[in-house]
């Protein structure tokens, strides 16, 4: 059976860093958790951070892709670096993936761990870009694929067919 890892947040665990869920209401996911295919983490909390928490952006318009390379840190809007507790939770999630075989990850967006198609600018503006979190980034160079819950047709559809 394959199984998806997913965002806490997405089935409605109340982590994310104002202490609120991003429920995904959707059959396919129901279906899914019904069948114990999800493997759900919150990579924030899985690296000590509590909730509620302040929110941190990946800085200078960067990505997680940086993040990773050590070009980019993430701060909170406190100014505190939080670069190495969102790896820690980044790590975390890989390898929960790897030990439950998971080859798919469905991620909530915009966040600058999970985030897959955009993130946040640094700035606490509202403003984002496109990219991806750090989490979502080290599980997609692993050849785990990553997918939006705007794209849960496409990954359901992929599973179907055994791909
Ligand atoms: S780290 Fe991921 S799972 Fe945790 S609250 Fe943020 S988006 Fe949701």
Not at 17 to 37: C, F, H, M, N, P
Not at 43 to 72: K, N
Not at 94 to 120: F, Q
Request: net charge negative; aromatic share 6%.
């Amino acid at each position: 059976m394959k199984r998806i890892l997913v965002s806490a947040c997405l089935v409605g665990q109340p982590v994310r860093y104002d202490g609120t869920a991003k429920t995904v209401s959707d059959a396919i996911l129901q279906a899914w958790r019904e069948q114990g295919r999800l493997v759900i983490v919150c990579p924030e909390v899985a690296a000590g951070f509590g909730t509620p928490r302040r929110p941190a952006e990946i800085q200078w318009r960067r990505t997680g892709d940086d993040v990773l390379a050590g070009t980019a840190a993430i701060c909170d809007d406190a100014g505190t670096d939080v670069t190495s507790l969102f790896i820690e939770g980044a790590k975390h999630a890989l390898e929960r993936a790897i030990a439950h075989e998971c080859r798919y990850a469905l991620l909530a967006d915009g966040s600058p761990s999970c985030g897959s198609s955009y993130v946040y600018d640094g700035t606490f503006t509202g403003a984002r870009h496109h990219g991806a979190g750090v989490t979502a980034t080290l599980l997609a160079q692993h050849g785990i694929r990553v997918y939006a819950p705007s794209q849960i047709d496409e990954l359901a559809s992929l599973i179907e067919r055994n791909a």
